[in-house]
């Protein structure tokens, strides 16, 4: 079973919403720090968002603040990326990813231990 499971993605028209979940198995909510990073053709890997597992602390890339909210659910162990106002820039694979970080250094892709294979995002202008 694969410890990281995004689902979610697909096609939305500009300033349109989508709200992406990654499943986790396996591992702690509390003991692991998640996030969301996506990549556009051609381009590097760039973290998106983070939520902290000790104590929930939320981080974000200047891109996207005010447009999408990052949330989990312990119970149903789940961490969502609620995507709103989206644009044809946000279109990517996006990817959820565990590890360990400093607040810092959340958006480095060498912290985090294990990845989801990926959902598309495309967003239409």
């Known amino acids: 079973q694969l410890p990281l499971v995004e689902s979610g993605g697909g096609l939305v028209q500009y300033e349109g919403s989508l709200r992406l979940s990654c499943r986790v198995s396996g591992l702690s909510l509390a003991d692991y720090d998640i996030a969301w990073f996506r990549q556009a053709p051609g381009k590097e890997r760039e973290g998106v968002s983070c939520?902290?597992?000790?104590?929930?602390?939320?981080y974000y890339a200047d891109s996207v603040k005010g447009r999408f909210t990052i949330s989990r659910d312990n119970v149903a162990k789940t961490v969502a990326l609620q995507m709103n106002g989206l644009k044809p820039e946000d279109t990517g694979v996006y990817y959820c990813a565990a590890g360990y970080v400093s607040p810092g250094r959340w958006s480095l892709i060498s912290p985090y231990m294990y990845w989801g294979q990926g959902t598309q995002v495309t967003v239409s202008s």
């Open positions: 939520i902290l597992g000790r104590n929930g602390n939320r």
